[in-house]
């Protein structure tokens, strides 16, 4: 079985910074791609950054300058540094992991969400 486990969500000012994690563990053949994804309330789920295996990185419009994606691939753990918050950084952030389960095939996997609030 594979598990996706964020941490690091909380209440945060405008301008203020966060650091969410995403630790991968279970029955993983091979990881590739992973990703933070956020939705807030009313609205889709959209992508905010993601990395490769190799550490190629893309991001959302609304976060370049101001977030960084990174990963520490012998933990299995992907990063997202976020700094200078905005109200309308207030989402519920997810983590997504490509994976190939040793027993399952592969295929996406999800975290079970974080809570990010910026609020002054």
């Known amino acids: 079985q594979v598990q996706l486990v964020e941490s690091g969500g909380g209440l945060v000012q405008p301008g203020g910074s966060l650091r969410l994690s995403c630790a991968a563990s279970?029955?993983?053949?091979?990881?590739?791609?992973m990703g933070w994804y956020r939705q807030a309330p009313g609205k889709q789920r959209d992508l905010v950054a993601a990395?490769?295996?190799?550490?190629?990185?893309n991001y959302a419009d609304s976060v370049k300058g101001r977030f960084t994606i990174s990963r520490d691939n012998v933990k299995r753990t992907v990063y997202l540094q976020m700094n200078s918050l905005k109200p309308e950084d207030t989402a519920v952030y997810y983590c997504?992991?490509?994976?190939?389960?040793?027993?399952?095939?592969?295929?996406?996997?999800w975290g079970q969400g974080t809570q990010v609030t910026v609020s002054s």
């Open positions: 990395v490769t295996s190799g550490g190629s990185t």
């Open positions: 279970g029955s993983i053949f091979s990881l590739y791609a």
């Open positions: 997504k992991a490509d994976i190939i389960a040793q027993y399952g095939g592969r295929g996406d996997y």
